[in-house]
């Protein structure tokens, strides 16, 4: 495949970068993101180059329950007002 296609973030970098690894504050705003659609190339590429797989499946289930227990309790107080 010829660079002709590709975007210019696609491309490796040269640059010698540090093993850096992905917080907990990352893993969860990489979830947030995913899970809206807006994850940035850059973002998934760390993530998946320095990420631990641990971290993103507690991230999910935590954004999961998260989201369930706000649609819970937004019915319950929709419920509650309309008597």
Do not use: C
């Not at 296609?5 to 093993?19: F, L, T, V």
């Not at 227990?69 to 509650?80: I, N, S, T």
């Amino acid at each position: 495949m010829s660079n002709a296609g590709r975007r210019k973030n696609d491309q490796p970098s040269a640059q010698g970068r540090e093993h850096v690894q992905v917080g907990w504050m990352q893993s969860m705003g990489s979830s947030v993101a995913a899970a809206f659609g807006v994850q940035s190339y850059k973002n998934r590429e760390r993530d998946f180059q320095h990420g631990d797989i641990r971290k993103f499946v507690v991230s999910g289930v935590v954004l999961t329950v998260a989201i369930l227990l706000a649609l819970v309790g937004l019915v319950q107080w929709v419920l509650m007002v309309a008597g």
